[in-house]
């Protein structure tokens, strides 16, 4: 039953996590939208695959890389997210360049960059494995690693999705190791596509495995597909993104499938819209992700949604379900709020941040 799902996801985020509703002050940083892979749901990279969509090329420099970084200093960030297309001239070096750009224009700021293709790519060109790769990253700046490039961790799934990136196993094998060198992840998970419902939970499953074993992921965030400029939909291969009833499903099922292990599940503002993200809220989602200042990925595919929420904005979503909205860290601590001395594995993750 639908509600009674949902109810369920909600009461026990309750439980858990409290009303709080949270968020991080954040700027994108998409550096290259240029491309080798040729993934179907991707309306961002370019390539010979992609040339008939929307927007040209380019591939920021160092320089310009940092400059963003201390504007977003500037306008309070704690965060800056960096990913971007695997360029044909990028190797593990220029990883690592940019976080040392990054690091050298905001020595404080929190470096939550590469995918898991990404560090795999990178670890692969220097012939590095990858914890030795991960843990050159992490002496140089590197924070922590966004979850991106699941899309659904199943490859009967992926090979209609993305035939030539990384596998499920692969995927897993990057977080692994972030985890055990000391890196914390996020998780995620694309829906909507091409995927059924037994996709959704053999996803979830490898992750509750892996977080059962390494506790490295601070959180799970559902993103819906969006269709409008993808490949694949263009192509007439692929649904048009989930219904607003799936997606609500999710949250609540990822809610109640990864308790107690992922305390934290966001809801993409950017993906789900001001209405779709208020109705995540209460159907088991707790936090609303970055404010971005700049996001790209989804605007290339043909989102709506616009590319910031201030914190005002977020004081204003949370409020208008009766429920406080509370800046945090990307480690979910209140801003400002240190771990106390003796903390546990899990201490970076505070489960009530109010």
């Given at each position: 039953?639908?509600?009674?799902?949902?109810?369920?996801?909600?009461?026990?985020?309750?439980?858990?996590?409290?009303?709080?509703?949270?968020?991080?002050?954040?700027?994108?940083?998409?550096?290259?939208?240029?491309?080798?892979?040729?993934?179907?749901?991707?309306?961002?990279?370019?390539?010979?695959?992609?040339?008939?969509?929307?927007?040209?090329?380019?591939?920021?420099?160092?320089?310009?890389?940092?400059?963003?970084?201390?504007?977003?200093?500037?306008?309070?960030?704690?965060?800056?997210?960096?990913?971007?297309?695997?360029?044909?001239?990028?190797?593990?070096?220029?990883?690592?360049?940019?976080?040392?750009?990054?690091?050298?224009?905001?020595?404080d700021i929190h470096v939550?960059?590469?995918?898991?293709?990404?560090?795999?790519?990178?670890?692969?060109?220097?012939?590095?494995?990858?914890?030795?790769?991960?843990?050159?990253?992490?002496?140089?700046?590197?924070?922590?690693?966004?979850?991106?490039?699941?899309?659904?961790?199943?490859?009967?799934?992926?090979?209609?999705?993305?035939?030539?990136?990384?596998?499920?196993?692969?995927?897993?094998?990057?977080?692994?190791?972030?985890?055990?060198?000391?890196?914390?992840?996020?998780?995620?998970?694309?829906?909507?596509?091409?995927?059924?419902?037994?996709?959704?939970?053999?996803?979830?499953?490898?992750?509750?495995?892996?977080?059962?074993?390494?506790?490295?992921?601070?959180e799970l965030v559902p993103?819906?597909?969006?269709?409008?400029?993808?490949?694949?939909?263009?192509?007439?291969?692929?649904?048009?993104?989930?219904?607003?009833?799936?997606?609500?499903?999710?949250?609540?099922?990822?809610?109640?499938?990864?308790?107690?292990?992922?305390?934290?599940?966001?809801?993409?503002?950017?993906?789900?819209?001001?209405?779709?993200?208020?109705?995540?809220?209460?159907?088991?989602?707790?936090?609303?992700?970055?404010?971005?200042?700049?996001?790209?990925?989804?605007?290339?595919?043909?989102?709506?949604?616009?590319?910031?929420?201030?914190?005002?904005?977020?004081?204003?979503?949370?409020?208008?379900?009766?429920?406080?909205?509370?800046?945090?860290?990307?480690?979910?601590?209140?801003?400002?709020?240190?771990?106390?001395?003796?903390?546990?594995?899990?201490?970076?993750?505070?489960?009530?941040?109010?």
């Open positions: 039953d639908f509600r009674a799902v949902v109810a369920a996801a909600d009461r026990l985020r309750s439980d858990t996590v409290g009303d709080t509703v949270t968020y991080v002050v954040n700027r994108n940083i998409n550096y290259t939208n240029i491309c080798t892979y040729h993934c179907g749901f991707c309306a961002f990279s370019k390539g010979r695959s992609s040339r008939s969509l929307r927007g040209p090329g380019y591939d920021l420099d160092l320089e310009e890389i940092a400059r963003r970084t201390a504007e977003a200093a500037e306008a309070g960030a704690t965060e800056v997210c960096l990913q971007g297309g695997i360029h044909p001239r990028y190797t593990g070096d220029t990883y690592l360049s940019i976080v040392a750009a990054v690091k050298a224009a905001v020595p939550h960059a590469f995918s898991p293709l990404e560090i795999w790519h990178g670890a692969s060109t220097l012939n590095l494995e990858l914890p030795e790769y991960l843990a050159r990253l992490k002496r140089t700046g590197l924070s922590t690693l966004p979850g991106t490039a699941a899309e659904i961790l199943d490859d009967e799934v992926r090979e209609v999705l993305c035939p030539d990136k990384l596998k499920t196993e692969e995927w897993l094998a990057v977080m692994h190791a972030a985890h055990g060198v000391g890196l914390r992840t996020t998780a995620t998970i694309m829906f909507g596509h091409v995927d059924q419902s037994r996709h959704w939970a053999r996803h979830l499953l490898r992750i509750r495995a892996l977080q059962a074993e390494t506790g490295g992921f601070t993103l819906p597909f969006v269709h409008m400029e993808a490949p694949l939909w263009r192509k007439g291969r692929s649904r048009s993104g989930p219904t607003l009833r799936e997606a609500l499903l999710m949250h609540a099922v990822a809610r109640l499938a990864l308790h107690p292990l992922i305390p934290n599940i966001q809801t993409s503002w950017v993906k789900m819209g001001r209405e779709g993200a208020t109705l995540c809220l209460n159907a088991g989602a707790n936090d609303l992700g970055g404010t971005l200042m700049n996001e790209s990925i989804t605007r290339a595919a043909g989102g709506v949604n616009g590319q910031l929420l201030d914190a005002t904005d977020m004081q204003t979503l949370a409020g208008g379900i009766g429920r406080p909205a509370v800046q945090r860290t990307t480690l979910y601590r209140r801003v400002g709020e240190h771990p106390g001395l003796g903390a546990g594995r899990h201490a970076d993750q505070a489960v009530r941040v109010a």
